[in-house]
DNA sequence: GCCAAAGTTCAGAAATTTCTGAAGTCTCCG
DNA sequence: CGGAGACTTCAGAAATTTCTGAACTTTGGC
């Protein structure tokens, strides 16, 4: 349980991350957020601990603001302090939720610009089947989550 | 319903594939699976229909052969033919499992590595309880999808 | 108000990903 | 067998993404 090990391991989240479609420094800023042994932290502190710039790691902690995975506390001295929100990981999978809408999208523009009756008709058909009935179950599993948490 | 627009609604979907994770090509390549009007189609066609090499494409078709999004056919003639799968988009949701189950496990190397008591690992417990609620949750949905497809 | 610390932005450098073209391999037909 | 067409592989080019560093802006204390 060294210090190394600890790094390492929040290294390696950060990768797993990275291929779930978080940006490469966006990973490894909410990877320190989850293993950082304090409530909050600031940016300065957190560029030190990646090796970064600060630059970098203002546009990290912009964006992890701007998919609401941490928040920014009602400063108490002089530097803003972040910390990961508590229900991170349900909003992270919320996003998926426009993913599916956009594929829905696609497959309905597709249909409308196909031939009714042709193979290619009757792929999108199938797309669209699929998309829409995840989008109706993505609601419901979160509101799952939600309840089995409250216990 | 002009052709213009049909592959204009290609590309689009290519696009949104792309941002779902799929490489470039590959997303390219399966919205000509989607896209063309016929049942099957050869490596050749989708080269010549994107104005691509048939280098990339043979990547794009090895990279979707390997995910299990389409499928080589007894070959009829002398070139091979390829087509979507039926169930393509249901294997594409369930690529998201094993996401998952990596987030899962770095959580628990993080856990491991992280002194009890303090906030890294309580942070880590949560995640670690979101993924495994998922991952729970995950072949339940894709069940009721073919029960429903099924009818 | 003025200073200093903290944060943001952005142009260009660096790193990475992606694509092509050409050489190599395989397969099937004659 | 030999040849031709189809497919694969891979080194290097091209395009894209990502990071840095430095100039600029904002904020809070004095």
Redesign the interface.
């Known amino acids: 349980?060294s210090e190394q090990?600890?790094w390492?391991?929040?290294e390696?989240?950060a990768l797993?991350?990275t291929?779930?479609?978080l940006q490469r420094m966006a990973a490894r800023t909410l990877a320190v957020?989850?293993?950082?042994?304090?409530?909050t932290i600031t940016m300065g502190e957190i560029a030190e601990h990646l090796g970064a710039s600060v630059g970098s790691v203002s546009g990290a902690i912009k964006a992890l603001l701007t998919v609401g995975l941490i928040e920014r506390l009602p400063t108490p001295g002089r530097r803003e302090h972040y910390r990961?929100r508590?229900d991170a990981?349900?909003i992270l999978?919320t996003g998926q939720n426009t993913?599916v809408q956009?594929?829905l999208?696609?497959?309905e523009?597709?249909i409308?610009?196909?031939?009714p009756g042709?193979?290619?008709h009757r792929?999108?058909g199938?797309?669209r089947?699929?998309?829409t009935?995840?989008l109706g179950?993505l609601p419901a599993?979160l509101q799952?989550?939600h309840q089995?948490?409250a216990t």
């Open positions: 349980m090990e600890r390492q391991a929040a390696r989240l797993v991350l291929e779930g479609g957020f989850l293993f950082t042994n304090t409530e990961l508590d990981w349900a999978f993913v956009a594929m999208q696609a497959a523009t597709g409308a610009a196909t031939t042709g193979p290619a792929r999108l199938d797309m089947d699929f998309y009935f995840l179950e599993l799952r989550w089995q948490r």
